[in-house]
């Protein structure tokens, strides 16, 4: 068992700079799908920023990240667990990880947006708001999916919906932060880690009263200016 | 007119001064290039003009408009060409276009842009993604982007790399034919001298932040006239390097 243990790490370790060129091969590209065709009726808008998220998001869930995450997942069951909620569990944990590479996705599109349409005179909402659109409907969907989820596992009610209010108040926090970051060409990262620093600590002061601030900050953040 | 006016520009990153007091200006219908070793500021300069970098001392005006309170109605008369690295990869040619049209406040793509994708050869390339574009064809969309909107003043950061031949010079002739319009100018930073002789009307040498030695269209017609390596000489006895 020892020996099949230790080829198995030398393995999986020389194979490591193969996977990773195999990796780089493929565009992140081949894994979202084909994109819609132009046709020359249509009027400029940025609504196609909208999409950029999600396709980071889809392209980070390649195979050969999946199986890695998805593999873990399933080691951590103990065993005897039914099949059932063995599946549920993979599900919830591949829902997990989805909502957690939306959630940086949008960070880094906010980077690399901000940086392209640095010289063109974009405002701050038709900037930011394209970018979080459909990322912030994909957050709530699948945070109430993930919550729901748990419930057969054994989880409260009370407790589920409050930890996917947590984790929604806490993600659209620190993207408005780190979009206003962006957009005015100025580092956000201590500002989020305090911001998020400062809501857990007020959660645990008192229940409710670090999620509100939250939210206000959240829309202090997106208020108009020019950049 | 002067589409572009720089006074005394101090700008660099944290602690670092990489600009020490630029002065600028660029007329209409002119093709200004600017030229210096790697290192000396050309990009921190290209920065300072797309709002990336904010200045520490002195004033930029873009076609009248002052880029420190006037922030909107500048960028709006200015089109910058960005890094091909910069375009988001897993946006199509098409999107990219798009986004940037209406981050410009347009309600369609100019048609002079599409003639120039069409016969920079582009157009069958805007339907896929960034990502699989080589890099010839990603600095051809960084120049459509620049060019939308009609804008005063383009500004190109080695914009001919890794552009074959023919399209070079299609640009080229794109780019000239628009400064003969009187419609814009032009700041390109370049390291490619044969693009200062055959195309610039002005140049200038940027070396540890300052303007070392301009030359006006006059003294560069005078080395165009001379011929061989002149415009070279000019340069290497400005940067104060010596030649065999």
Known sequence: MGGVAAGAVVGWWRGGARRAQ????????RYIGRARRHTLQDEPSTHALSGLPIARALAWHRPENTKVFLLVFMITLPLGTSAQTAACVAIV??????????ARAVLQTASEAARWLQATPIRFLAFAWPIMRRAVAHQVVLSLIIALMLLPLGAEVAAVLYLALLWLTLVFMTWTIWLHGCFQSERALIKVVGSVAATLGMEQLARGWGIGCAALWTVWNLRTRTP | MNTLEIQDLYAGYGVQPVLRGINLHIEAGTW?????PNGVG????????????????????????????????????????????QL?????????????ASAKGLTQIDPAVLEL????????????????????????????????????????????????????MLLKQHLSARLAAQRC?????????????????????????RIAQAWTAVELGALRARGGNALEQALSVASGVMMA
């Not at chain 2, 805007?126 to 969309?141: I, P």
């Open chain 2, 42 to 85: 050309k990009s921190t300069l290209v920065h300072c003009l797309s709002g990336r970098l904010e200045v520490r001392q002195g004033s930029i005006r873009i076609c009248g408009h002052a880029l420190q309170t006037e922030l909107l109605a500048a960028k709006s008369r200015l089109g910058v060409a960005c890094a091909p690295e």
């Open chain 1, 93 to 102: 944990g591949l829902l997990m990880s989805y909502t957690g590479a939306l």
């Open chain 2, 185 to 209: 100018s032009i700041l390109l930073a370049t390291h490619s001298l044969d693009i200062v002789e055959h195309y610039g009307d002005v140049a200038a040498l940027l070396l540890d932040g």
């Open chain 1, 22 to 29: 195999a990796a780089e091969r493929y565009q992140d590209s």
């Open chain 2, 88 to 100: 988001p990869g897993l946006l199509t040619g098409w999107q990219c276009l798009e986004i940037y």
């Open chain 2, 32 to 36: 200004f290039c600017l030229l210096g």
């Open chain 2, 117 to 168: 994708a069409e016969a920079l050869s582009v157009v069958g390339y805007l339907d896929r993604y960034v990502d699989t574009y080589s890099l010839g064809t990603r600095q051809k969309v960084c120049v459509l982007l620049a060019l939308l909107g009609d804008p005063g003043l383009i500004v190109l950061d080695e914009a001919f790399n890794g552009l074959d031949p023919r399209s070079a």
